[in-house]
């Protein structure tokens, strides 16, 4: 069986689809589906499309090397996993699994705050490099106090999310009646039979699966009081002395995820923040928000180079991942794609997706004649006229 998997999952395309085939729909279209019309979801992966390459074979790569040092740490690619929420609904304990994925490829993982597993747990994995990820709350006392407990954890680098002051507008989730938190009826649980892998995997798991980082010691609350209680400590009212307070608090990399505009890009560099993330949150939030390769070039520019830009959104191939620097990204976030690894065969399946990256970028960095990624630049694009 897992050599089946291995052969028929031969890019991330097929192991979406083989992802689809296991999960439940409503699942499924969780991790796959974005806000609204999508069309902000689509854009991110099309736009790869309209980069075109202009190789320079002779450039004397027989031996290409991915590593590269960010934030202090030696990377063996320019492919990390990002944050992704309820990663132990895929596959149980799907978050570690992960993160162990990660650790063995030599790259780093990022810890969502709806993760299912606390910060402290996945840090007892010993994965690293770790990167935890936290917003601004109402209750700024709560966002103080997760910056404090990774601290105490070990964590890496703190990714402050910006894009996510109000929730999306998921509409896969409203047609398949799936809700954060997922509630399974006795209905439900007959039709997601069909689906028996996934079912027998998970059915021991549903009394246990929580929002990890979000339970109060002592407090008996379940998934839905706890999802209720997220939902409300967002705030549409943060500002950059929200910003300033996390950057005092935490004495690590701090990294802005889902700066888009060039002024914000700029205003982050100004206010001490060490990396920020392209991102729009997978088309998930703001439906009609450009694409991340489209704004990439704009925060590059703003940043001039004086700390590292990467992108998250729409990475599906390594090719993808060689045009993203050669706009002047540092490395590229993995988000769906490590879900659908997950899903397929848990720290296997994660392990595999990265390989995948891993040799499709060798291949294409061999093609342009680039032997290490100081060798990718702007001169590999072709530019119309």
């Known amino acids: 069986m897992a050599t089946d998997w291995r052969r028929r999952g031969y890019n991330v395309a097929a192991m979406r689809a083989l992802a689809r085939d296991m999960l439940p729909r409503p699942v499924f ?9 999508e069309l902000t979801l689509r854009r991110n992966e099309e736009v790869f499309g ?15 090397d991915q590593s590269l040092t960010l934030l202090g740490r030696r990377l ?13 609904l895929f596959w149980p304990d799907g978050e570690r699994a992960a993160a162990r994925a990660a650790t063995k490829a030599g790259t780093a993982y990022c810890l ?12 007892e994995t010993g994965a690293a490099p770790r990167w935890m990820q936290v917003f601004i709350y109402r209750d700024r006392a709560f966002t103080r106090e997760l910056t404090e407990r990774a601290q105490a ?21 409203l047609r398949n009646g799936f809700a954060i938190p997922p509630r399974f009826s006795p209905l439900d649980l007959a039709g997601m039979a069909l689906k028996l892998p996934w079912l027998l995997r998970m059915r021991p798991e549903f009394p246990r699966l929580t929002f990890g980082n979000y339970v109060r010691p002592g ?3 379940n998934l839905q009081t706890l999802a209720g209680r997220m939902s409300q400590l967002l705030d549409p009212a943060m500002t950059w002395a929200d910003v300033d307070e996390v ?23 100004a206010r001490g923040v060490d990396a920020l993330i392209v991102s729009n949150h997978g088309g998930r939030q703001l439906d009609g928000a450009a694409s991340s390769l489209e704004a990439l070039p704009g925060v590059v520019a703003a940043v001039g180079g004086r700390i590292p830009v990467l992108l998250d959104g729409g990475v599906r191939r390594g090719v993808d991942v060689l045009k993203a620097l050669c706009l002047g990204a540092t490395a590229c976030l993995l988000g769906r794609p490590a879900l659908w690894g997950v899903a397929v065969a848990g720290q296997d399946g994660v392990e595999h997706i990265l390989d995948i990256f891993r040799r499709e970028l060798d291949r294409a960095m061999g093609l342009c004649g ?5 060798d990718i630049g702007p001169d590999l694009l072709y530019r119309p006229g």
Request: overall charge negative; aromatic content about 2%; hydrophobic content about 45%.
């Open 247 to 269: 950057r005092r608090i935490w004495t690590g990399p701090l990294v802005l995820k889902g700066a888009m505009h060039p002024a914000e890009a700029a205003e982050a560099v």
């Open 370 to 374: 680039a032997a290490s990624l100081a």
């Open 112 to 123: 969502s705050h709806g993760s299912v597993c606390t910060l402290e747990q996945l840090a």
């Open 153 to 173: 954890a070990g964590y890496d680098a703190l990714v402050l999310t910006i894009d996510n002051q109000l929730l999306g507008n998921r509409e896969r989730d």
């Open 76 to 88: 063996s690619m320019p492919v990390l996993l990002g944050p992704t929420g309820l990663g132990g």
């Open 29 to 37: 279209d969780f991790a796959d589906g974005g806000a609204e019309d």
């Open 50 to 64: 309209s980069v075109m390459l202009l190789p320079r074979p002779l450039g004397g790569a027989a031996v290409r």
């Open 219 to 221: 407090k008996p609350e």
